[in-house]
């Protein structure tokens, strides 16, 4: 496990995503509304590029034709099958129990304590004046 | 175990012809079809000198496969030793274009049914005749008929006007449900539309074939338009349609509501759970698998004992002798499907009839 700074907060703003590539592995990093959250970019039903994908609010109902839509910008849908996963915990919506997408933890730390390291991708240029986007992995 | 004792989920008393009804007709509609000389509406899919229509020997000469009581009492009853049967008329009601005229028949029928064999065979039940042309008249009629606990669902056919889950017919199963009558969906149809969604087909044979895919589209159509999330104590039936078709139809209607499902957000759950917890399917015709030792895998598939209901499809040719399971049904399953699962599905068999 190592620590890897991906971004400075300001690349990724509310809404916004990042693809990078830590260890080999392709993972999107997502801000919701200030949060940052990062999943594997692989959907674990055929493999597509899940963090690609189209966010989405999430549709639910109980009663035909009246539909409560609500935690917008909160879901990710895979450009392969629409399959849907809950970007904060990687949950698949139609199979919570067994379909998951590998999430990782991510913090935002101040550049001066970065700048102490010891972090992975330590080519990522730090400034000690800026917050940077951590993924742990 | 080969029925005896069971319940029969799907059997066919035939009208023996328009003038059997007259007596069960008002004055009105009992002299438009005398002057307007309609004999016969029989629906064209169900010839009845075909040999698919009635077994050889439960023929009588040239009478309607279907239509004596005694032979029925004989064939069926006595002679698979049978607890009950529940009998789907299938006559062509629902097939009209005037549902006035549609309306008065089912009327006439579901009198025809209650007097000609209810009241003279305690061990038949009977499916209520609608015309689901008009919801109106088809709500009006369940509300006419539920009285007679007697009569334990209601009958609808499978090649009809629309897919059947779309909400002009909810009226139908709203009062289904209040009455706790199961809804069947039959093979057969009504001429609205080409009986394939290709268009019409030249033979019989592809026809009764296609009754298949009608049920299938029929069944996505109750799922997807929420039917059993408004009426979750709703009992669908399908009948004479097969059911080894059904694991693939599920894995694939699963599949592609977890890519789609936000078009139906009502629809909480998989499909196939849903189809399982409200719909059940009778056993003839059966298609099963070209080697009986299959069998008990095939219906493993299903991934329910609930969902089979027994039947013998009785005067319709499905199987000879005197077993209406198909080799290889497996023995353990067979008490269930003739008389746990049917008293599941019709909460009326439990009830004792005066």
């Known amino acids: 496990m190592a620590r890897h700074v991906v971004a400075a907060t300001h690349e990724i703003p509310p809404g916004g995503r990042k693809l990078v590539t830590l260890r080999g592995r392709s993972i999107g990093i997502f801000n919701l509304d200030g949060s940052y959250y990062a999943l594997l970019n692989r959907c674990p039903h055929q493999g597509g590029e899940l963090c690609r994908g189209t966010v989405t609010g999430l549709a639910t109902s109980t009663e035909p034709g009246r539909v409560e839509y609500s935690r917008h910008g909160e879901m990710l849908k895979c450009p392969w099958h629409g399959w849907e996963y809950d970007i904060r915990t990687g ?28 972090f992975v991708a330590e080519t990522f240029p730090v400034s000690v004046e800026q917050d940077y986007v951590v993924v742990e992995l | 175990m080969n029925g005896a004792g069971g319940i ?20 009105y509609w009992r002299e438009q079809v005398t002057v307007r000389g309609i004999g016969g509406l029989d629906l064209l899919c169900f010839p009845h000198r075909l040999p698919a229509f009635g077994r050889p020997d439960w ?19 006595d002679g698979f030793g049978l607890q009950l049967a529940i009998c789907n008329p299938l006559y062509g009601v629902e097939a009209l274009h005037n549902p006035h005229f549609a309306a008065a028949l089912a009327r006439a029928m579901n009198d025809w049914i209650a007097a000609q064999w209810l009241d003279r065979e305690t061990r038949l039940r009977a499916a209520i005749t609608i015309a689901s042309q008009d919801t109106e008249y088809a709500v009006e009629e369940i509300e006419r008929r539920a009285g007679d606990r007697r009569f334990v669902q209601v ?57 298949a895919q009608a049920v299938q589209a029929h069944l996505l159509s109750f799922v997807h338009e929420g039917v ?6 709703l009992r669908l039936v399908c009948a004479e349609t097969g059911f080894t078709w059904l694991p693939n139809f599920l894995w694939r209607a699963n599949k592609t509501w977890r890519g789609v499902r936000a078009e139906v957000p009502w629809v909480d759950r998989p499909p196939a759970e849903i189809i399982r917890a409200h719909v059940r399917f009778t056993l003839q015709p059966a298609d099963p698998p070209p080697e009986a030792a ?6 493993a598939q299903l991934g329910s004992d609930e969902l089979l209901l027994f039947s013998t499809d009785y ?5 000879d002798g005197a077993d209406p399971f198909p ?14 699962n049917p008293r599941a599905t019709y909460a009326r068999l439990m009830e004792e009839v005066a």
């Open chain 2, 59 to 77: 023929r009588e000469g040239d009478a309607k496969p279907g239509a004596s009581l005694e032979r029925m009492r004989r064939d069926l009853l």
């Open chain 2, 294 to 299: 299959d069998f008990a895998d095939a219906l």
């Open chain 1, 91 to 118: 949950q698949s919506w139609c199979d919570p129990n067994d379909t998951r997408v590998r999430a990782y933890e991510v913090t935002v730390e101040p550049g001066a304590t970065l700048a102490r390291g010891p």
């Open chain 2, 315 to 319: 005067p319709h040719w499905q199987f």
């Open chain 2, 228 to 233: 059993f999330v408004k009426f979750p104590r």
């Open chain 2, 155 to 211: 009958l609808l056919l499978a090649m009809n006007a629309a897919p059947l889950g779309q909400r002009r017919y909810w009226p139908i199963y709203a009062a289904a449900e209040r009455h706790g009558l199961a809804v069947a969906i039959h093979a057969g149809g009504t001429a609205r539309h080409a009986v394939t969604s290709n268009g019409w087909p030249s033979t019989l044979i592809e026809e009764y074939a296609s009754n």
């Open chain 2, 8 to 27: 029969d989920c799907d059997v066919h008393p035939a009208l023996p012809g328009l003038s059997a009804l007259l007596p069960f007709l008002d004055d």
């Open chain 2, 327 to 340: 080799e290889g049904f497996p023995a353990n399953l067979r008490g269930r499907v003739a008389v746990d």
